[in-house]
């Protein structure tokens, strides 16, 4: 893929309630204040082609076309185009990876994407879709809410309490670290007076932890019909990533010609269906085949940022793919920072690259995760690191069906 990420920037992210650390700004103010500081970091963002943002919650401070009306607020060129899309909790990913695929394919050449996500304006299921309680899906496919897709995977995939905990303790270790590691930090903006993740939870322990209840068997009876008869709860509170506010920001484009060079290439992205009734796996698939497009493996990544949907995801990661569990989450995960879900696969592409610099890495992984058998992912290669770049055109590019085709 003959695209770059030129620079990713994204804000704190504010707990979802009245007085979080964001909630008196508004969804567009947040991404105005990350073209603001692309335009600091020398990108000139307001003369891009398209702004595509992935936004859950469409309704209400969120609804009206966000990007369009962000757009209209950061003073981005009218002849710029301007949609949101909604791919549930992966939608800042496929937003990048809609305007890369755009500029690999000569349509565009420069472009912002990424997410945006106000919690503490439009809560979780806010739009009140029909999807949501329709008995009439079979019930394969009827919508199951994210914890309970998680709590029924650690079930099936045999993931243990300690074994959440254990995850879960990591992350809020991790992310209290990261907060004196500047480097980790490079790319997230100050913004209304909050300078850091406000949901990380530094004093979390182990014994905390252990002796937190399940938090959602209420919920299962709501959705009892959809499920296939009662569920082992397993996840409390203290394995669920906090709802929360956020955004980021991703200037991607093609080939440098001057200035600045840019901080990574795309070698590849993918998006993946799954099985609805194990939707959390999708996100796995799509992390397969974006390694067979790049033609490298997970020993490769120097760093990966693997989405925290629930303890479940990131358990099962660590415990079946035989990774080095120093290279993944360095700064902590969405357990401890938190889910501004249609921001966060932006925010993790941000967090992926400021990660890679720390350590004068090159090859970088993002993979997200969402309900009903949605997930994405991408690889990526560091430019200012010490290696040479990785020859992209010419390659035969597995999709993932299995088939392939030639890079141009």
Do not use: W
């Not at 909050?194 to 252990?210: F, H, I, M, N, S």
């Amino acid at each position: 893929m003959d695209a770059y990420i030129h620079d990713a920037v994204r804000t704190p992210r504010g707990k979802a309630r009245p007085d979080g650390g964001l909630a008196s700004l508004q969804p567009h103010e947040l991404v105005g204040a990350l073209v603001d500081a692309l335009e600091t970091r020398g990108q000139a963002p307001r003369r891009v082609e398209a702004l595509v943002l992935g936004c859950v919650g469409q309704v209400g401070a969120q609804g009206g076309n966000v990007a369009l009306v962000a757009k209209l607020h950061c003073g981005v060129m009218d002849e710029a185009y301007a949609f949101t899309l909604n791919n549930y909790c992966v939608s800042g990913l496929t937003a990048i990876g809609h305007v890369a695929a755009r500029v690999a394919g000569g349509d565009v050449e420069r472009a912002l994407a990424g997410g945006v996500e106000m919690m503490s304006r439009v809560p979780f299921l806010g739009d009140q879709a029909g999807y949501y309680t329709d008995a009439r899906f079979p019930k394969r496919t009827r919508f199951i809410p994210v914890v309970l897709a998680a709590d029924r995977l650690a079930e099936a995939e045999r993931i243990t309490r300690a074994e959440l905990d254990a995850v879960a303790l990591m992350s809020q270790q991790r992310a209290a670290a990261a907060e004196a590691m500047p480097a980790l930090n490079a790319s997230r903006v100050p913004l209304g007076g909050l300078t850091a993740d406000e949901c990380v939870r530094p004093q979390t322990t182990a014994a905390a932890l252990a002796a937190m209840a399940p938090s959602f068997v209420a919920l299962s009876e709501q959705y009892r019909d959809a499920l296939d008869g009662p569920l082992d709860h397993r996840h409390t509170l203290g394995h669920a990533p906090p709802v929360c506010d956020g955004a980021a920001l991703a200037v991607v484009g093609g080939a440098p010609r001057d200035g600045a060079p840019p901080r990574a290439r795309i070698l590849a992205y993918a998006e993946s269906g799954g099985d609805p009734h194990a939707s959390l796996l999708a996100g796995f698939r799509a992390m397969e085949c974006a390694l067979r497009r790049a033609g490298l493996g997970l020993a490769d990544m120097d760093r990966i940022e693997f989405m925290e949907a629930f303890g479940v995801t990131i358990a099962k990661f660590l415990r079946d793919f035989g990774v080095d569990p120093a290279s993944v989450n360095v700064g902590g995960g969405h357990i401890a920072r938190g889910h501004p879900m249609g921001a966060s696969g932006a925010i993790l592409l941000s967090t992926l690259l400021d990660a890679l610099d720390a350590v004068d890495g090159r090859f970088g992984l993002v993979v997200c995760s969402g309900a009903s058998g949605v997930g994405a992912a991408m690889v990526v290669e560091r430019l200012t690191s010490s290696a040479a770049p990785r020859p992209v055109r010419g390659r035969r590019i597995p999709r993932c069906d299995g088939s392939a085709r030639t890079a141009a």
